[in-house]
Protein backbone atom coordinates (compact mmCIF):
# COMPACT_ATOMS: atom_id res chain seq x y z
CA UNK A 1 0.00 0.00 0.00
CA UNK A 2 1.68 3.41 -1.03
CA UNK A 3 -0.86 5.63 1.04
CA UNK A 4 -3.82 3.86 3.61
CA UNK A 5 -5.73 7.31 3.74
CA UNK A 6 -9.43 7.37 4.80
CA UNK A 7 -10.38 7.98 1.14
CA UNK A 8 -8.80 5.08 -0.14
CA UNK A 9 -10.14 3.64 2.71
CA UNK A 10 -13.81 4.41 2.02
CA UNK A 11 -12.99 3.99 -1.67
CA UNK A 12 -12.25 0.01 -0.97
CA UNK A 13 -15.03 -0.18 1.51
CA UNK A 14 -17.30 0.70 -1.60
CA UNK A 15 -15.88 -1.34 -3.88
CA UNK A 16 -16.17 -4.57 -1.45
CA UNK A 17 -19.60 -4.25 -0.74
CA UNK A 18 -20.85 -1.55 -3.37
CA UNK A 19 -21.28 2.00 -2.93
CA UNK A 20 -25.31 1.33 -1.78
CA UNK A 21 -25.09 -1.43 0.74
CA UNK A 22 -21.80 0.46 2.04
CA UNK A 23 -23.53 3.46 3.27
CA UNK A 24 -26.78 1.89 3.76
CA UNK A 25 -25.02 -0.20 6.57
CA UNK A 26 -22.94 3.17 7.44
CA UNK A 27 -27.04 4.70 7.92
CA UNK A 28 -28.05 1.23 9.57
CA UNK A 29 -24.92 1.25 12.31
CA UNK A 30 -25.65 4.98 12.58
CA UNK A 31 -28.72 4.85 13.68
CA UNK A 32 -28.71 2.17 16.13
CA UNK A 33 -25.81 4.03 17.71
CA UNK A 34 -27.79 7.04 17.84
CA UNK A 35 -30.66 5.02 19.21
CA UNK A 36 -28.09 3.96 21.70
CA UNK A 37 -26.95 7.05 23.14
CA UNK A 38 -30.57 8.40 23.30
CA UNK A 39 -30.96 5.67 25.29
CA UNK A 40 -28.67 6.50 27.44
CA UNK A 41 -29.34 10.04 27.71
CA UNK A 42 -32.84 9.69 28.38
CA UNK A 43 -32.39 6.99 30.90
CA UNK A 44 -29.24 8.75 32.88
CA UNK A 45 -28.02 5.34 33.73
CA UNK A 46 -27.34 2.09 32.31
CA UNK A 47 -30.57 -0.15 32.96
CA UNK A 48 -28.70 -3.38 35.23
CA UNK A 49 -30.67 -5.93 34.03
CA UNK A 50 -31.15 -4.70 30.49
CA UNK A 51 -27.45 -4.53 30.11
CA UNK A 52 -26.83 -8.09 32.03
CA UNK A 53 -29.32 -9.49 29.27
CA UNK A 54 -26.77 -7.37 26.70
CA UNK A 55 -24.14 -9.00 27.73
CA UNK A 56 -25.04 -12.39 27.55
CA UNK A 57 -25.59 -11.70 23.81
CA UNK A 58 -22.23 -11.10 23.33
CA UNK A 59 -20.53 -14.33 22.91
CA UNK A 60 -23.51 -15.14 20.42
CA UNK A 61 -22.39 -11.95 18.48
CA UNK A 62 -18.55 -12.89 18.74
CA UNK A 63 -19.79 -16.69 17.12
CA UNK A 64 -21.90 -14.87 14.53
CA UNK A 65 -18.89 -12.54 13.55
CA UNK A 66 -16.15 -15.28 13.23
CA UNK A 67 -18.77 -17.54 11.42
CA UNK A 68 -19.72 -14.34 9.02
CA UNK A 69 -15.41 -13.66 8.24
CA UNK A 70 -14.86 -17.51 7.67
CA UNK A 71 -17.90 -18.45 5.86
CA UNK A 72 -17.44 -15.52 3.57
CA UNK A 73 -13.54 -15.86 3.05
CA UNK A 74 -13.61 -19.59 2.32
CA UNK A 75 -11.46 -19.81 5.62
CA UNK A 76 -11.05 -21.88 8.66
CA UNK A 77 -9.97 -21.73 12.46
CA UNK A 78 -7.19 -24.40 10.97
CA UNK A 79 -5.94 -20.94 8.71
CA UNK A 80 -4.88 -19.26 11.83
CA UNK A 81 -0.99 -19.35 11.34
CA UNK A 82 0.58 -16.35 13.60
CA UNK A 83 0.12 -14.07 16.31
CA UNK A 84 -1.23 -11.44 13.83
CA UNK A 85 -3.90 -13.74 13.02
CA UNK A 86 -5.06 -14.33 16.44
CA UNK A 87 -5.64 -10.46 17.05
CA UNK A 88 -7.50 -10.24 13.71
CA UNK A 89 -9.62 -13.13 14.99
CA UNK A 90 -10.19 -11.94 18.65
CA UNK A 91 -10.83 -9.02 17.19
CA UNK A 92 -13.81 -10.03 15.02
CA UNK A 93 -15.02 -11.69 17.61
CA UNK A 94 -14.83 -9.00 20.17
CA UNK A 95 -16.40 -6.53 17.90
CA UNK A 96 -18.99 -8.69 17.23
CA UNK A 97 -19.53 -9.24 20.76
CA UNK A 98 -19.66 -5.36 21.48
CA UNK A 99 -21.73 -4.55 18.33
CA UNK A 100 -24.33 -7.28 19.23
CA UNK A 101 -24.46 -5.97 23.22
CA UNK A 102 -25.28 -2.58 22.04
CA UNK A 103 -27.86 -3.65 19.54
CA UNK A 104 -29.53 -5.80 22.21
CA UNK A 105 -29.39 -2.74 24.39
CA UNK A 106 -30.58 -0.69 22.22
CA UNK A 107 -33.94 -3.12 21.15
CA UNK A 108 -34.45 -3.44 24.94
CA UNK A 109 -34.56 -0.04 25.98
CA UNK A 110 -36.61 1.59 23.22
CA UNK A 111 -38.95 -1.80 22.62
CA UNK A 112 -39.10 -3.68 25.76
CA UNK A 113 -38.33 -1.15 28.95
CA UNK A 114 -41.28 -1.57 31.10
CA UNK A 115 -40.89 -4.99 31.16
CA UNK A 116 -37.54 -5.20 31.79
CA UNK A 117 -37.30 -2.46 34.10
CA UNK A 118 -33.83 -1.09 35.20
CA UNK B 1 -13.12 -6.02 7.12
CA UNK B 2 -16.61 -6.72 7.01
CA UNK B 3 -16.46 -7.34 10.61
CA UNK B 4 -16.55 -3.58 10.88
CA UNK B 5 -19.80 -3.01 9.97
CA UNK B 6 -21.59 -5.66 12.74
CA UNK B 7 -20.50 -2.91 15.58
CA UNK B 8 -22.61 0.14 15.47
CA UNK B 9 -20.07 2.02 17.08
CA UNK B 10 -16.59 1.62 14.97
CA UNK B 11 -18.77 2.64 11.98
CA UNK B 12 -20.52 5.71 13.72
CA UNK B 13 -16.83 6.94 15.06
CA UNK B 14 -15.57 6.10 11.50
CA UNK B 15 -18.61 8.12 10.29
CA UNK B 16 -17.85 10.78 12.19
CA UNK B 17 -13.75 10.82 11.37
CA UNK B 18 -14.61 10.78 8.28
CA UNK B 19 -16.95 14.12 8.56
CA UNK B 20 -14.04 15.70 10.30
CA UNK B 21 -11.44 14.60 7.54
CA UNK B 22 -13.61 15.76 4.74
CA UNK B 23 -13.49 19.07 6.14
CA UNK B 24 -9.73 19.29 6.57
CA UNK B 25 -8.14 17.15 3.44
CA UNK B 26 -4.87 19.45 2.04
CA UNK B 27 -3.91 16.21 -0.39
CA UNK B 28 -6.98 16.20 -2.13
CA UNK B 29 -7.11 19.94 -2.69
CA UNK B 30 -3.41 20.15 -3.54
CA UNK B 31 -4.20 17.28 -6.27
CA UNK B 32 -7.01 18.89 -7.55
CA UNK B 33 -5.61 22.02 -9.05
CA UNK B 34 -5.75 21.40 -12.17
CA UNK B 35 -3.46 22.23 -15.65
CA UNK B 36 -4.70 24.16 -18.60
CA UNK B 37 -3.54 22.14 -21.73
CA UNK B 38 -4.68 21.76 -25.13
CA UNK B 39 -2.15 18.18 -25.22
CA UNK B 40 -3.17 15.50 -27.21
CA UNK B 41 -2.54 12.04 -25.29
CA UNK B 42 -2.87 8.86 -26.35
CA UNK B 43 -2.84 5.77 -24.22
CA UNK B 44 -2.62 2.40 -26.26
CA UNK B 45 -4.30 -0.30 -23.90
CA UNK B 46 -7.23 0.28 -21.53
CA UNK B 47 -6.67 -2.07 -19.22
CA UNK B 48 -5.37 -1.86 -15.35
CA UNK B 49 -2.54 0.20 -16.19
CA UNK B 50 -4.30 2.43 -18.84
CA UNK B 51 -7.41 3.23 -17.11
CA UNK B 52 -5.76 3.50 -13.60
CA UNK B 53 -3.87 6.32 -15.43
CA UNK B 54 -6.92 7.78 -17.33
CA UNK B 55 -8.95 8.25 -14.75
CA UNK B 56 -6.06 10.36 -12.76
CA UNK B 57 -5.07 12.34 -15.89
CA UNK B 58 -8.70 13.80 -16.18
CA UNK B 59 -8.50 15.07 -12.80
CA UNK B 60 -5.30 16.80 -13.28
CA UNK B 61 -5.50 17.92 -16.58
CA UNK B 62 -8.38 20.72 -18.35
CA UNK B 63 -8.97 20.39 -21.80
CA UNK B 64 -6.62 18.05 -22.94
CA UNK B 65 -7.44 15.71 -25.51
CA UNK B 66 -7.07 12.01 -24.38
CA UNK B 67 -7.54 9.57 -26.61
CA UNK B 68 -7.76 5.45 -25.75
CA UNK B 69 -6.84 2.64 -28.31
CA UNK B 70 -7.93 -0.53 -27.21
CA UNK B 71 -9.82 -3.07 -28.74
CA UNK B 72 -11.27 -5.63 -25.69
CA UNK B 73 -14.77 -4.70 -24.97
CA UNK B 74 -14.20 -7.14 -21.80
CA UNK B 75 -11.78 -5.70 -18.54
CA UNK B 76 -10.29 -8.75 -17.11
CA UNK B 77 -9.14 -8.49 -13.41
CA UNK B 78 -6.01 -11.09 -13.84
CA UNK B 79 -5.23 -11.44 -9.90
CA UNK B 80 -8.28 -13.19 -9.79
CA UNK B 81 -7.51 -15.81 -12.53
CA UNK B 82 -5.49 -18.54 -10.42
CA UNK B 83 -8.81 -18.19 -7.88
CA UNK B 84 -11.14 -19.46 -11.03
CA UNK B 85 -8.69 -22.07 -11.64
CA UNK B 86 -8.68 -23.81 -8.21
CA UNK B 87 -12.25 -23.65 -8.53
CA UNK B 88 -12.72 -20.66 -5.79
CA UNK B 89 -14.71 -17.93 -7.92
CA UNK B 90 -16.71 -18.52 -11.12
CA UNK B 91 -15.53 -17.18 -14.10
CA UNK B 92 -17.41 -14.34 -14.09
CA UNK B 93 -15.51 -13.03 -10.88
CA UNK B 94 -12.53 -11.87 -12.67
CA UNK B 95 -14.68 -9.94 -15.97
CA UNK B 96 -16.23 -6.34 -16.11
CA UNK B 97 -16.66 -4.03 -19.18
CA UNK B 98 -13.56 -1.58 -20.31
CA UNK B 99 -16.38 1.27 -20.79
CA UNK B 100 -17.52 1.17 -17.77
CA UNK B 101 -14.30 2.26 -15.80
CA UNK B 102 -13.80 4.93 -17.94
CA UNK B 103 -14.18 8.79 -17.36
CA UNK B 104 -16.24 10.99 -19.19
CA UNK B 105 -14.43 13.53 -21.74
CA UNK B 106 -12.27 10.88 -23.35
CA UNK B 107 -12.20 9.23 -26.58
CA UNK B 108 -11.75 5.36 -26.97
CA UNK B 109 -11.07 3.93 -30.16
CA UNK B 110 -11.66 0.21 -30.05
CA UNK B 111 -9.35 -0.83 -32.35
CA UNK B 112 -5.86 -2.89 -32.37
CA UNK B 113 -2.94 -0.43 -32.69
CA UNK B 114 -1.03 -1.89 -36.01
CA UNK B 115 1.88 0.46 -35.86
CA UNK B 116 3.39 3.53 -34.42
CA UNK B 117 5.08 6.38 -35.59
CA UNK B 118 7.65 7.88 -32.76
CA UNK B 119 9.34 10.32 -35.03
CA UNK B 120 5.97 11.78 -36.90
CA UNK B 121 4.00 11.32 -33.58
CA UNK B 122 1.08 9.29 -35.10
CA UNK B 123 -0.64 5.44 -34.18
CA UNK B 124 -2.15 3.79 -36.50
CA UNK B 125 -4.64 1.06 -36.04
CA UNK B 126 -5.68 -2.01 -37.80
CA UNK B 127 -8.75 -0.67 -39.16
CA UNK B 128 -7.42 2.12 -40.89
CA UNK B 129 -7.32 4.98 -38.29
CA UNK B 130 -4.75 7.09 -37.64
CA UNK B 131 -4.14 9.48 -34.22
CA UNK B 132 -1.61 12.06 -33.70
CA UNK B 133 -0.38 12.43 -30.24
CA UNK B 134 1.70 15.07 -28.56
CA UNK B 135 2.27 12.52 -25.41
CA UNK B 136 1.98 8.62 -26.02
CA UNK B 137 1.77 6.25 -23.28
CA UNK B 138 2.40 2.50 -24.21
CA UNK B 139 0.11 0.54 -21.90
CA UNK B 140 -1.20 -2.56 -23.94
CA UNK B 141 -0.25 -5.48 -21.89
CA UNK B 142 1.79 -8.30 -23.60
CA UNK B 143 0.90 -11.33 -25.76
CA UNK B 144 0.89 -15.05 -24.21
CA UNK B 145 2.70 -17.06 -27.29
CA UNK B 146 0.48 -20.08 -26.81
CA UNK B 147 1.76 -21.38 -30.49
CA UNK B 148 5.76 -21.48 -29.10
CA UNK B 149 4.39 -24.27 -27.40
CA UNK B 150 4.46 -27.36 -29.66
CA UNK B 151 1.56 -29.72 -29.98
CA UNK B 152 -0.46 -27.21 -27.82
CA UNK B 153 -3.44 -24.85 -28.85
CA UNK B 154 -5.67 -23.32 -26.36
CA UNK B 155 -8.52 -24.89 -27.85
CA UNK B 156 -7.15 -28.28 -25.27
CA UNK B 157 -7.21 -26.94 -22.23
CA UNK B 158 -9.82 -28.47 -19.86
CA UNK B 159 -9.35 -31.71 -21.90
CA UNK B 160 -6.64 -34.28 -21.69
CA UNK B 161 -5.16 -32.72 -18.58
CA UNK B 162 -4.22 -29.63 -19.52
CA UNK B 163 -4.45 -26.44 -17.79
CA UNK B 164 -3.39 -23.45 -19.10
CA UNK B 165 -4.90 -20.25 -16.54
CA UNK B 166 -3.25 -17.35 -17.97
CA UNK B 167 -5.55 -16.81 -21.57
CA UNK B 168 -8.62 -15.24 -19.47
CA UNK B 169 -12.09 -16.26 -17.48
CA UNK B 170 -12.99 -19.43 -20.13
CA UNK B 171 -9.35 -20.74 -19.66
CA UNK B 172 -8.99 -20.46 -15.99
CA UNK B 173 -12.10 -22.48 -15.65
CA UNK B 174 -11.69 -24.75 -18.15
CA UNK B 175 -8.20 -25.46 -16.15
CA UNK B 176 -10.04 -25.82 -12.82
CA UNK B 177 -12.32 -28.71 -15.09
CA UNK B 178 -9.17 -30.50 -15.63
CA UNK B 179 -7.01 -29.84 -12.70
CA UNK B 180 -9.98 -31.19 -10.69
CA UNK B 181 -10.59 -34.19 -12.38
CA UNK B 182 -6.74 -34.82 -11.46
CA UNK B 183 -7.51 -33.85 -7.73
CA UNK B 184 -10.29 -37.15 -7.75
CA UNK B 185 -8.01 -39.41 -10.20
CA UNK B 186 -4.47 -38.50 -8.69
CA UNK B 187 -1.87 -39.26 -10.90
CA UNK B 188 1.12 -37.18 -11.72
CA UNK B 189 1.13 -33.42 -12.02
CA UNK B 190 3.37 -31.57 -13.69
CA UNK B 191 3.04 -27.42 -13.42
CA UNK B 192 5.33 -24.94 -15.48
CA UNK B 193 6.30 -21.66 -16.25
CA UNK B 194 8.36 -20.12 -19.09
CA UNK B 195 11.73 -18.82 -19.31
CA UNK B 196 10.70 -15.69 -20.64
CA UNK B 197 9.75 -12.62 -18.37
CA UNK B 198 6.39 -12.84 -17.11
CA UNK B 199 3.19 -11.15 -15.86
CA UNK B 200 3.10 -12.33 -11.64
CA UNK B 201 5.71 -14.66 -11.12
CA UNK B 202 4.00 -16.11 -8.12
CA UNK B 203 1.02 -17.32 -9.95
CA UNK B 204 2.69 -20.74 -11.30
CA UNK B 205 3.50 -21.49 -7.37
CA UNK B 206 -0.28 -20.13 -6.36
CA UNK B 207 -1.67 -22.79 -9.25
CA UNK B 208 0.79 -25.75 -7.76
CA UNK B 209 0.38 -24.77 -4.09
CA UNK B 210 -3.70 -24.84 -4.78
CA UNK B 211 -3.99 -27.88 -5.97
CA UNK B 212 -2.07 -29.78 -3.69
CA UNK B 213 -4.23 -28.35 -0.86
CA UNK B 214 -7.40 -29.56 -3.28
CA UNK B 215 -5.75 -33.07 -3.08
CA UNK B 216 -5.37 -33.39 0.19
CA UNK B 217 -8.67 -31.62 1.08
CA UNK B 218 -10.20 -34.63 -1.39
CA UNK B 219 -7.86 -36.86 0.97
CA UNK B 220 -6.07 -37.98 -2.46
CA UNK B 221 -2.56 -36.39 -1.89
CA UNK B 222 -1.08 -40.01 -1.40
CA UNK B 223 -2.80 -41.16 -4.84
CA UNK B 224 -0.51 -38.02 -6.33
CA UNK B 225 3.17 -37.21 -7.28
CA UNK B 226 3.54 -33.07 -7.97
CA UNK B 227 6.72 -31.87 -10.18
CA UNK B 228 7.27 -28.43 -10.12
CA UNK B 229 9.49 -27.73 -13.79
CA UNK B 230 11.18 -24.25 -13.62
CA UNK B 231 13.50 -23.05 -16.67
CA UNK B 232 15.66 -20.76 -14.39
CA UNK B 233 17.86 -22.13 -11.57
CA UNK B 234 15.35 -20.82 -8.55
CA UNK B 235 12.12 -21.06 -7.52
CA UNK B 236 11.15 -17.51 -7.39
CA UNK B 237 13.12 -14.25 -8.47
CA UNK B 238 13.72 -13.05 -5.08
CA UNK B 239 16.48 -15.46 -3.31
CA UNK B 240 14.63 -14.79 -0.14
CA UNK B 241 11.36 -15.84 -1.20
CA UNK B 242 13.12 -18.52 -3.53
CA UNK B 243 14.59 -20.31 -0.46
CA UNK B 244 11.24 -19.90 1.39
CA UNK B 245 9.23 -21.38 -1.55
CA UNK B 246 12.05 -24.49 -1.59
CA UNK B 247 11.01 -24.96 2.00
CA UNK B 248 7.42 -25.15 1.82
CA UNK B 249 7.94 -27.42 -0.70
CA UNK B 250 9.67 -29.76 1.20
CA UNK B 251 6.71 -29.52 3.72
CA UNK B 252 4.11 -30.28 0.99
CA UNK B 253 5.81 -33.32 -0.52
CA UNK B 254 6.34 -31.01 -4.02
CA UNK B 255 9.30 -32.14 -6.10
CA UNK B 256 11.08 -29.35 -7.99
CA UNK B 257 13.27 -29.36 -11.22
CA UNK B 258 15.71 -26.46 -12.37
CA UNK B 259 16.38 -26.04 -15.85
CA UNK B 260 13.48 -27.61 -17.79
CA UNK B 261 11.72 -25.25 -20.40
CA UNK B 262 8.61 -26.55 -22.14
CA UNK B 263 8.71 -26.82 -25.31
CA UNK B 264 6.07 -29.08 -26.60
CA UNK B 265 3.55 -31.94 -25.46
CA UNK B 266 1.89 -34.66 -27.05
CA UNK B 267 -2.13 -34.74 -25.67
CA UNK B 268 -3.13 -38.05 -26.86
CA UNK B 269 0.12 -39.43 -24.93
CA UNK B 270 0.18 -37.25 -22.07
CA UNK B 271 3.85 -36.22 -22.58
CA UNK B 272 5.67 -33.06 -21.99
CA UNK B 273 8.97 -32.51 -23.49
CA UNK B 274 11.27 -29.85 -21.87
CA UNK B 275 14.37 -28.54 -23.23
CA UNK B 276 17.77 -28.96 -20.65
CA UNK B 277 21.18 -28.16 -20.81
CA UNK B 278 22.25 -31.86 -21.62
CA UNK B 279 19.22 -32.36 -24.57
CA UNK B 280 15.49 -33.21 -24.40
CA UNK B 281 13.70 -34.43 -21.42
CA UNK B 282 10.18 -36.47 -21.82
CA UNK B 283 8.16 -36.15 -18.67
CA UNK B 284 4.69 -37.82 -18.36
CA UNK B 285 1.49 -36.36 -16.71
CA UNK B 286 -2.13 -36.94 -16.31
CA UNK B 287 -2.30 -32.68 -15.45
CA UNK B 288 -0.09 -30.38 -16.71
CA UNK B 289 -0.32 -26.46 -16.07
CA UNK B 290 1.03 -24.75 -19.67
CA UNK B 291 2.41 -21.13 -18.83
CA UNK B 292 3.31 -20.14 -22.48
CA UNK B 293 6.04 -17.73 -23.25
CA UNK B 294 5.63 -13.40 -22.99
CA UNK B 295 6.47 -11.09 -25.10
CA UNK B 296 5.24 -7.64 -26.00
CA UNK B 297 2.89 -7.31 -29.18
CA UNK B 298 4.02 -7.31 -32.15
CA UNK B 299 3.27 -3.34 -33.12
CA UNK B 300 5.67 -2.60 -30.48
CA UNK B 301 8.87 -4.36 -31.74
CA UNK B 302 7.61 -3.28 -35.56
CA UNK B 303 7.89 -0.11 -34.69
CA UNK B 304 11.44 0.16 -32.98
CA UNK B 305 10.23 0.97 -29.24
CA UNK B 306 11.81 -2.23 -27.63
CA UNK B 307 15.03 -2.21 -26.09
CA UNK B 308 17.98 -3.31 -28.87
CA UNK B 309 20.10 -5.39 -26.22
CA UNK B 310 17.85 -6.57 -24.14
CA UNK B 311 14.93 -9.32 -24.20
CA UNK B 312 15.60 -9.23 -27.85
CA UNK B 313 13.11 -12.32 -28.22
CA UNK B 314 10.33 -10.48 -25.90
CA UNK B 315 10.14 -6.81 -26.91
CA UNK B 316 9.74 -4.90 -23.89
CA UNK B 317 9.59 -1.57 -24.23
CA UNK B 318 13.32 0.46 -23.59
CA UNK B 319 12.47 2.85 -20.97
CA UNK B 320 13.78 3.97 -17.85
CA UNK B 321 12.72 1.64 -14.79
CA UNK B 322 12.78 4.60 -12.26
CA UNK B 323 10.61 7.41 -14.73
CA UNK B 324 9.62 4.81 -17.06
CA UNK B 325 9.74 7.02 -19.86
CA UNK B 326 11.10 6.46 -22.84
CA UNK B 327 15.21 6.15 -23.12
CA UNK B 328 15.06 7.53 -27.08
CA UNK B 329 11.61 9.60 -27.35
CA UNK B 330 10.87 12.35 -24.46
CA UNK B 331 6.96 12.27 -25.16
CA UNK B 332 6.44 8.85 -25.07
CA UNK B 333 6.22 6.21 -21.43
CA UNK B 334 5.69 2.46 -20.83
CA UNK B 335 3.53 1.35 -18.29
CA UNK B 336 2.46 -2.01 -16.93
CA UNK B 337 3.78 -5.25 -18.56
CA UNK B 338 5.15 -3.92 -21.42
CA UNK B 339 7.59 -1.85 -20.26
CA UNK B 340 10.85 -2.86 -20.18
CA UNK B 341 12.08 -3.04 -16.59
CA UNK B 342 13.13 -5.73 -14.43
CA UNK B 343 10.39 -6.64 -12.49
CA UNK B 344 7.06 -5.29 -12.04
CA UNK B 345 4.15 -7.44 -14.46
CA UNK B 346 1.60 -7.41 -11.60
CA UNK B 347 -1.14 -4.96 -10.43
CA UNK B 348 0.74 -3.67 -7.93
CA UNK B 349 3.59 -2.72 -9.49
CA UNK B 350 0.72 -0.60 -12.34
CA UNK B 351 -0.62 0.86 -9.02
CA UNK B 352 2.91 2.41 -8.13
CA UNK B 353 3.95 3.06 -12.02
CA UNK B 354 0.90 4.99 -12.59
CA UNK B 355 1.38 8.04 -10.52
CA UNK B 356 4.72 7.87 -11.55
CA UNK B 357 3.36 8.45 -15.31
CA UNK B 358 1.02 10.56 -14.43
CA UNK B 359 3.40 13.21 -12.36
CA UNK B 360 6.11 13.04 -15.44
CA UNK B 361 3.36 13.56 -18.11
CA UNK B 362 1.66 16.58 -16.62
CA UNK B 363 5.09 17.75 -15.79
CA UNK B 364 6.12 17.60 -19.19
CA UNK B 365 2.97 19.52 -20.46
CA UNK B 366 4.01 22.35 -18.30
CA UNK B 367 7.76 22.22 -19.61
CA UNK B 368 9.06 21.11 -16.70
CA UNK B 369 10.24 17.46 -15.56
CA UNK B 370 8.67 14.98 -12.68
CA UNK B 371 10.48 14.12 -9.50
CA UNK B 372 8.42 10.65 -9.21
CA UNK B 373 10.35 7.63 -9.17
CA UNK B 374 8.95 3.95 -9.04
CA UNK B 375 11.18 1.68 -7.07
CA UNK B 376 10.43 -1.57 -8.02
CA UNK B 377 7.74 -2.68 -5.66
CA UNK B 378 5.95 -5.57 -6.69
CA UNK B 379 3.46 -6.97 -3.99
CA UNK B 380 2.56 -11.22 -4.19
CA UNK B 381 -0.11 -12.06 -2.00
CA UNK B 382 1.16 -15.98 -2.47
CA UNK B 383 -0.99 -18.12 -1.66
CA UNK B 384 0.09 -21.32 -0.07
CA UNK B 385 -3.53 -23.30 0.88
CA UNK B 386 -6.69 -22.08 0.32
CA UNK B 387 -7.02 -19.69 3.41
CA UNK B 388 -3.42 -19.18 3.78
CA UNK B 389 -0.80 -16.74 2.14
CA UNK B 390 2.53 -15.24 2.51
CA UNK B 391 2.34 -11.08 1.74
CA UNK B 392 5.40 -10.99 -0.16
CA UNK B 393 6.45 -7.25 -1.48
CA UNK B 394 9.41 -6.18 -2.91
CA UNK B 395 11.51 -4.04 -5.05
CA UNK B 396 14.30 -4.06 -8.04
CA UNK B 397 17.05 -4.73 -5.32
CA UNK B 398 15.49 -8.07 -4.41
CA UNK B 399 14.82 -6.23 -0.62
CA UNK B 400 11.52 -7.25 1.12
CA UNK B 401 9.26 -3.87 1.63
CA UNK B 402 6.64 -4.99 4.13
CA UNK B 403 3.83 -2.42 3.98
CA UNK B 404 3.26 -3.56 7.59
CA UNK B 405 6.67 -4.08 8.91
CA UNK B 406 6.07 -5.94 12.74
CA UNK B 407 3.07 -6.97 11.90
CA UNK B 408 2.33 -8.54 8.74
CA UNK B 409 5.75 -10.99 7.98
CA UNK B 410 5.86 -11.23 4.57
CA UNK B 411 7.40 -14.96 4.94
CA UNK B 412 5.01 -15.83 6.98
CA UNK B 413 2.00 -18.31 5.72
CA UNK B 414 -0.92 -16.17 7.65
CA UNK B 415 -4.67 -16.21 7.31
CA UNK B 416 -4.74 -12.32 7.36
CA UNK B 417 -2.82 -12.46 4.34
CA UNK B 418 -5.47 -14.44 2.70
CA UNK B 419 -8.20 -12.74 3.80
CA UNK B 420 -6.70 -9.23 2.14
CA UNK B 421 -5.94 -11.44 -1.26
CA UNK B 422 -9.50 -12.75 -0.81
CA UNK B 423 -11.46 -10.21 0.56
CA UNK B 424 -9.71 -6.60 0.13
CA UNK B 425 -7.37 -6.67 -3.21
CA UNK B 426 -10.81 -6.89 -6.17
CA UNK B 427 -11.87 -3.72 -4.11
CA UNK B 428 -8.62 -2.24 -4.13
CA UNK B 429 -8.00 -2.63 -7.87
CA UNK B 430 -11.46 -1.40 -8.53
CA UNK B 431 -10.17 1.89 -6.19
CA UNK B 432 -6.97 1.85 -8.26
CA UNK B 433 -8.61 1.65 -12.17
CA UNK B 434 -11.22 4.99 -10.49
CA UNK B 435 -7.96 6.66 -10.06
CA UNK B 436 -8.33 6.39 -5.94
CA UNK B 437 -5.99 4.30 -5.04
Redesign the interface.
Given at each position: ??EL????M????????GTGLFWS??A???I???G?LYVLIRDHNLGMRRFLIAQLFMPV?AV??VW??MF?????L?????P??VI??L??AV??A???S??VYTVESLFFRDKLGD | MTENFNTSRRAFLAMAAAGGAAATLPGAEARAQTVQTTARIVIIGAGAAGTALVNRLVDRLDGAQITLIDPRVRHLYQPGLSLVAAGLKPADYVVSTTTEWLPDGVTLVEDAVSAVDPEVQRVDTEGGESVEYDFLVLAPGLMLDHEAIEGFSRDMIGTNGIGALYGGPEDAAATWEAASRFVEEGGRGLFTRPETEMKCAGAPLKHTFLIDDRLRRADNRGAAEILYAAPQTSLFGVPIVSERVRMLFGDRDIDYSYQRTLRAIDAERKIATFETPDGTEEQDYDYIHIIPPQRAPQFIRDSGLSWADRWTDQGWVDCDQYTMRHNRYDNIWAVGDVAGVPKGKTAASVKFQVPVVEDHLVAAIQGEDGTETYDGYTSCPLITRIGRAMLIEFDYNNNLTPSFPGVIAPLEELWISWLMKEVALKATYNAMLRGQA
Open positions: METLETIAVFEEIFMVVAAITVYGLAFVMTSSNSDIGGVDVFGIMGIGMIL | -
